[in-house]
């Protein structure tokens, strides 16, 4: 089955690039990462050692234009996990097509939420152990969206997500995750990013966001706070005090070296604190190496996560 699917993906990427030139239009492209970690994971005083894939990725996207001022895209990415039996080491990830000119983008299929997008790159150990989603509600990806985002206006980008009732993970409810951006999530263009962002009824939760990150000479700061509340369950709807998280996280430059730290609070639920590096070989290579504590108020034993790996994007 694996095989056959693996074959089937090869030959739409080979026919999609063979149609991109045969059209002129923009090229295929071709892309994703594998980052494979060694690490001791001791969880409620167990520990196991793993040789674990974190959000590893293949994808391809493109664009084709249609007019002077419209032009489609796509994008087709699957999770490969490195790790799981091969019978079921793939998942969807983001997989949509939309239109893009002067009015901005809209796009439909499977995506991440704007208020996921919103954060931009504050979290210095995404993907890993000491992702902030262990503690956060909101990093959501659903499969029933439609996705609008405004042209840069000032350097702001409006942006919202309509989730369908359909979504299984929608708890029967139609919800949106709406946000406002300033500036490049990169720091590249622009010294500062931050961004406010909202969801109503998403995956059974109302969740306010706002977020914040900046680069002084060789250091970078960042921080989020959030408030959440269940609103749904079992696609029943819930009473519940919101409750509140906020985040901290610095990164320092030091030649190829980046040393990174992080702190995570969320009420009623815990904390943790993550501190690490990582080396570049060359600009899309790179080994790295953290440390992870989390204090879960549900639970008497830290969970602790040592690991060291090696991250490869194509």
């Known amino acids: 089955m694996m095989n056959v699917f693996c074959k089937t993906l090869l030959a739409s990427a080979l026919a999609s690039a063979t149609l991109a030139s045969a059209y002129a239009?923009?090229?295929?492209?071709?892309?994703?990462?594998?980052?494979?970690?060694a690490q001791s994971n001791d969880e409620k005083g167990d520990a196991t050692t793993t040789i674990q894939s974190?959000?590893?990725?293949?994808?391809?996207?493109?664009?084709?234009?249609l007019s002077s001022s419209l032009e489609a895209f796509y994008t087709v990415e699957y999770e490969v996990d490195t790790g799981a039996a091969?019978?079921?080491?793939?998942?969807?990830?983001?997989?949509?097509?939309?239109?893009?000119?002067?009015f901005g983008s809209f796009s439909v299929g499977r995506?991440?939420?704007?208020?996921k997008i919103s954060q931009g790159n504050v979290d210095q150990f995404n993907d890993l152990s000491g992702d902030l989603k262990s503690l956060f509600k909101g990093d959501n990806r659903l499969g029933q969206t439609a996705t609008y985002l405004s042209p840069s206006i000032s350097g702001f980008v409006f942006g919202a997500t309509y989730a369908a009732e359909g979504d299984a993970d929608q708890q029967g409810q139609d919800g949106f995750s709406l946000a406002a951006m300033y500036g490049d999530a990169k720091l590249k263009k622009s010294p500062i990013y931050a961004a406010i962002a909202y969801d109503s009824d998403v995956k059974g939760y109302e969740i306010l966001r706002a977020s914040?990150?900046?680069?002084?000479?060789?250091?970078?700061?960042?921080?989020?706070?959030?408030?959440?509340?269940?609103?749904?369950?079992?696609?029943l709807p819930v009473t519940t005090d919101s409750v509140n998280g906020y985040l901290f996280s610095a990164a320092y430059?030091?030649?190829?070296?980046?040393?990174?730290?992080?702190?995570?609070?969320?009420?009623?639920?815990?904390?943790?604190?993550?501190v690490g590096a990582d080396y570049a070989l060359a600009k899309p290579t790179k080994?790295?190496?953290?440390?992870?504590?989390?204090?879960?108020?549900?639970?008497?034993?830290?969970?602790?996560?040592?690991?060291?790996?090696?991250?490869?994007?194509?």
Not at 25 to 37: Q, R, S
Not at 86 to 92: G, L, M, P, R
Not at 254 to 274: N, R
């Open 54 to 65: 974190n959000a590893s990725r293949f994808g391809v996207k493109g664009n084709f234009e």
């Open 212 to 235: 914040v990150q900046g680069k002084i000479a060789d250091l970078t700061l960042g921080g989020m706070y959030q408030q959440q509340e269940e609103t749904y369950k079992n696609a």
């Open 287 to 314: 080994v790295f190496a953290f440390y992870t504590n989390r204090s879960l108020e549900a639970s008497t034993d830290d969970d602790k996560y040592i690991g060291v790996g090696l991250e490869h994007k194509f």
């Open 253 to 274: 430059d030091i030649d190829a070296v980046t040393l990174k730290a992080q702190y995570q609070d969320m009420e009623d639920k815990g904390d943790s604190w993550s």
């Open 111 to 115: 995506n991440d939420t704007l208020l």
């Open 25 to 37: 239009a923009e090229p295929l492209t071709v892309y994703g990462k594998l980052n494979v970690t």
């Open 86 to 102: 091969t019978s079921d080491n793939f998942k969807a990830r983001n997989q949509f097509v939309g239109l893009k000119g002067a």
